[in-house]
């Protein structure tokens, strides 16, 4: 066990199924000699080849339609988009045809394509740099929908994903792409070793017990949440706090069984907040654990407006502070 | 297809790939530009880059894409335009920016993030940056849809024909947008010229990555002109692009043309160019700087001395107001995203509004 940041954890989970399976390939714009712009990739063309990791011309659609192909001759793509806002092009090749294929084949056409994306904001980016797409996403069937919040995660759900037959969209949280955090990568990785069991990947972990008040969070607002929670602590309010991981599937059962114990939940994301993803989790939370709700659900979220200037983020972000509120306004609810 | 000139003048171009027709209509002979002039613009241009660069480095700008290089692209395409021409741009035309009047400290805003665009599109006849790769493309080819629609093409009225001229850069011709934008243009025949800056690297990316054939070329299969000239050279962009626009204006359709140019910083100060490619090859760009050679075919003596000495003055007036204008943007107001989201405020957006004002006044009062 090392520490790493999210960024050394996630280079070293492509660079272990890059070993493991020959069939895996790497795509994107400036992944090979530069990287990529967060040097996710960094290193992996020297080791690998261009053909392993290849720099794409400048095409979202490109880089995702020939990923579908590649799938289709018995290839693992991993695809990156280069940050949030240019997925877009993209999205046709996403929705109409990745998310569809199985179903459309009867299952006889697995789609194991990854599409990595840097997302979120508070790092201070122009407009396009810092949103956060996972609802127009998840709201796909078909295709998975999973963010780590550690850089624990970031290896081991990475590899998952890459192991999984059908396609994942890997939302990485630029944010805490420089935090760092042990990683306890896979003894003895290579062909021999094989993929990591998938099973884990839609499961949500409390990543902080409590008594009080549930708050669900994912990706950058994990680590917010736990602030939260620490703070919270000090003044008396025991908060549990759940780390979705996967945002499709929703894992609903560890959130309903931690609000049948705590009563009160609060769900936070950047993302704007109406038809977003903390509604379907209220939704859920009341059509299953509607008599041991103390309080109405509260999200903190971002607004349902542009991304702003950056300027104006770090307010417009959820954080540590409207966290607080909102926990404490469903406590003395 | 037979090679010819792609500019009237005896400055040097590029061999010229595609032959272009003449206009429908013949057009007024343009007003000659004064080569001080293009030559002031390219050095103002240039210290409007290097001093963001130096504010991006202090700290007082997020992150700036640099031109270093293509200022002769950029100022001989913008000299081109007539005032009623509309420009579309990428977020590296701070030359055309600065020829179209556009004060540069506007430009600064979205690079220090208080703003996401700066300026008024219509009253400088050039829309807001555009971030995402071949976006504007088909914006230009609608805007050039309604000219068409307004009758304001191939009349012979100077002053009232109007044509649009769209920016982009190598790596985006790979881009779906971009080639749909040429199917439109080449389709309805419409006034819009796109000029391409092939800087040679998209990021990381050289232009093998992008095209096997130069970017001119592509122009033939859509079925319009495409025509290359030296990117370096103010006079050639200049005359190539006014041509361009006087065929667009006069009903003769769209062109493709592409500027061969070298971006020689970094893509953006948070690039690091040291991993992709040679010095060795920046070297060779800037032994044919484009302020240099604009003053090569320029008159010796007095006369030039006296220009230099006056554009210097110049540049340190432009570079002293951005050093203190940048300072003075004005912060954003933490009610602009909700107030700016629609027309008018939605029910909705009302309380979400009133909730953040609550959030950030209880802020303020903490110590
Ligand atoms: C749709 C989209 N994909 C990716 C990016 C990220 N990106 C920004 S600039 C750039 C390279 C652009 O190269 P080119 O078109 O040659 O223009 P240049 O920057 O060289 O002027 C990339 C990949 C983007 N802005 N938009």
């Known amino acids: ?333 | 297809m037979p090679e010819r000139s792609a500019h009237s003048g005896h400055h040097g171009v590029m061999p010229v790939i595609a032959d272009a027709p003449g206009p429908d209509h013949p057009t007024a002979p343009p007003e000659p530009v004064d080569p001080a002039r293009l030559y002031r613009d390219m050095a103002i241009t240039r210290r409007i880059d290097t001093e963001a660069i130096a504010l991006q480095r202090q700290g007082e700008l997020g992150l700036w894409p640099s031109l270093l290089g293509q200022e002769a692209a950029q100022v001989g395409a913008a000299h081109a335009l007539q005032p009623q021409d509309m420009v579309f741009p990428t977020y590296r035309e701070h030359g055309v920016a600065w020829v179209r009047g556009i004060d540069p400290v506007e430009l600064l805003g979205l690079f220090r993030g208080t703003t996401l665009g700066g300026w008024d599109p219509q009253q400088h006849r050039m829309n807001t940056y555009t971030l995402v790769i071949g976006a504007q493309l088909l914006h230009a080819v609608g805007y050039a849809m309604g000219i068409v629609r307004d009758g304001d093409v191939g009349t012979g009225e100077p002053g009232r024909d109007r044509a649009v001229l769209a920016f982009l850069g190598d790596g985006s011709i790979s881009e779906g947008e971009t080639n749909e934008a040429f199917v439109w243009a080449a389709a309805q025949d419409l006034p819009v010229v796109f000029l391409c800056q092939n800087n040679q690297w998209a990021i990381s990316a050289p232009f093998s990555v992008q095209s096997r054939v130069p970017v001119a070329r592509r122009a033939d299969g859509f079925g319009f002109p495409g025509i290359r000239v030296d990117g370096n050279d103010v006079h050639a962009v200049l005359d190539a692009t006014r041509e361009a626009l006087e065929r667009a204006r006069a009903g003769g359709g769209p062109t493709l043309v592409e500027a061969l140019t070298y971006r020689r910083n970094p893509h953006t100060t948070s690039d690091d160019d040291g991993r992709y490619r040679s010095g060795a090859e920046n070297d060779r760009w800037a032994a044919r700087d484009p302020l240099a050679l604009a003053l090569d075919g320029m008159e010796t003596g007095d006369g030039r001395a006296a220009l230099l000495a006056e554009v210097e003055q110049e540049c340190e007036q432009v570079a002293a107001r951005l050093r203190a204008g940048c300072r003075a943007l004005p912060e954003p107001d933490p009610a602009a995203p909700f107030d700016h989201t629609f027309a008018e405020i939605t029910p909705e957006l009302e309380r979400q509004r009133a909730e953040h004002l609550a959030f950030v006044a209880s802020l303020e009062v903490t110590p």
């Open chain 1, 1 to 333: 066990m090392t520490d790493t940041t999210m960024v050394g954890a996630l280079n070293l989970g492509l660079r272990h199924e890059l070993e493991r399976d020959p069939k895996v390939l790497l795509l994107g714009e400036d992944v090979g000699r530069l990287g990529g712009v967060f040097r996710v990739t960094d290193g992996l063309q020297k080791d690998f080849g261009s053909d392993r990791v290849v720099d794409t011309p400048l095409g979202e659609a490109g880089i995702v339609g020939t990923a579908v192909g590649l799938a289709m001759a018995g290839y693992r793509p991993v695809c990156e988009i280069q940050f949030d806002g240019f997925v877009f092009p993209a999205v046709n090749q996403i929705v109409t045809q990745l998310a569809k294929i199985r179903h459309r084949s009867a299952g006889r056409t697995a789609m194991p394509v990854v599409i990595r994306i840097p997302y979120g904001g508070g790092i201070g980016a122009i407009e396009h740099h810092s949103e956060s797409p996972e609802a127009y996403f998840a709201h796909t069937a078909g295709i998975k929908v999973v963010t780590p919040g550690s850089p624990q995660d970031a290896y081991t759900m990475l590899r998952q994903a890459i192991g999984s037959p059908d396609p994942v969209i890997f939302l990485e949280p630029k944010h805490r792409y420089w935090t760092k955090g042990p990683v306890t990568p896979v003894a003895g990785s290579g062909v021999a070793a094989g993929p990591l069991a998938t099973d884990g990947l839609h499961r949500a972990r409390i990543v902080r017990a409590g008594t009080d008040v549930t708050v669900v969070a994912y990706g950058p607002l994990v680590a917010t949440a736990l602030s939260a929670a620490g703070i919270a602590a000090d003044e008396g309010t025991s908060v549990e706090v759940i780390d979705l991981r996967s945002i499709s599937p929703l894992d609903s059962d560890t959130v309903v069984e931690s609000v049948r114990r705590t009563g009160r939940l609060v769900v936070a994301h950047e993302a704007s907040r109406s038809h977003g993803i903390g509604a379907e989790i209220a939704a859920r939370v009341q059509q299953e654990a509607f008599y041991h709700l103390q309080a109405p659900v509260l999200r903190v979220t971002g607004y349902d407006t542009p991304y702003p200037a950056s300027r104006l983020e770090q307010d417009w972000l959820p954080g540590v502070d409207r966290l607080l509120d909102a926990v404490e306004a469903v406590r003395k609810y």
